[in-house]
């Protein structure tokens, strides 16, 4: 067991899901379900359920006072599944404030994933003439 007074832990989930009702695959359900204690549908297993499971996991401590010596950030980002590219300026900063981060999204294994892999990242400036492949040039 470890303590965590007066550390700072940064918690970050992004908000959108990457299916609309017309891109899922076949046979993927386009609905959200809950039955009982559980929800499925789309992003049920992405950061959009790791919201869910963060929050609640924030609770408890914080419900026994557990947390009033910490400094906890939740950041929510809508643009992580394109590197984020506009929020990724204030998650830096972020970050240099904060001694542990924890991102919520399913990894596959029901077990606690320690490592992510990495994001590369390229501009590219393209000179020419505007044209589209079907039309005349």
Same mark, same amino acid.
Request: glycine letters at 12%; aromatic letters at 6%; charged letters at 20%.
């Given at each position: 067991?470890?303590s965590?007074?007066?550390?700072?832990?940064?918690n970050?989930?992004?908000?959108?899901?990457?299916?609309?009702?017309?891109?899922?695959?076949?046979?993927?359900?386009?609905?959200?379900?809950?039955?009982?204690?559980?929800?499925?549908?789309?992003?049920?297993?992405?950061?959009?359920?790791?919201?869910?499971?963060? %929050?609640?996991?924030? *609770?408890?401590?914080?419900?026994?006072?557990? $947390?009033? &010596?910490?400094?906890?950030?939740?950041?929510? +980002? !809508?643009d992580?599944?394109?590197?984020? %590219?506009?929020?990724? *300026?204030?998650?830096?900063?972020?970050?240099? $404030?904060? &001694?542990?981060?924890?991102?919520?999204?399913? +990894? !596959?294994?029901?077990?606690?994933?320690?490592?992510?892999?990495?994001?590369?990242?390229?501009?590219?400036?393209?000179?020419?003439?505007?044209?589209?492949?079907?039309?005349a040039?």
């Amino acid at each position: 067991m470890f303590s965590l007074t007066n550390q700072a832990v940064a918690n970050d989930c992004c908000l959108w899901v990457i299916w609309t009702p017309s891109s899922l695959p076949t046979g993927r359900s386009k609905t959200i379900a809950e039955e009982g204690d559980r929800v499925s549908g789309p992003g049920a297993t992405d950061m959009q359920g790791g919201q869910v499971v963060m %929050l609640n996991a924030l *609770k408890a401590p914080d419900a026994k006072g557990l $947390l009033e &010596d910490m400094t906890v950030t939740v950041q929510l +980002n !809508g643009d992580e599944e394109m590197g984020s %590219l506009s929020s990724s *300026k204030y998650l830096e900063e972020q970050v240099a $404030l904060h &001694d542990y981060g924890l991102a919520y999204e399913f +990894n !596959g294994t029901n077990n606690l994933l320690s490592v992510r892999k990495g994001l590369g990242q390229a501009r590219y400036v393209v000179n020419g003439k505007a044209s589209h492949a079907g039309g005349a040039h």
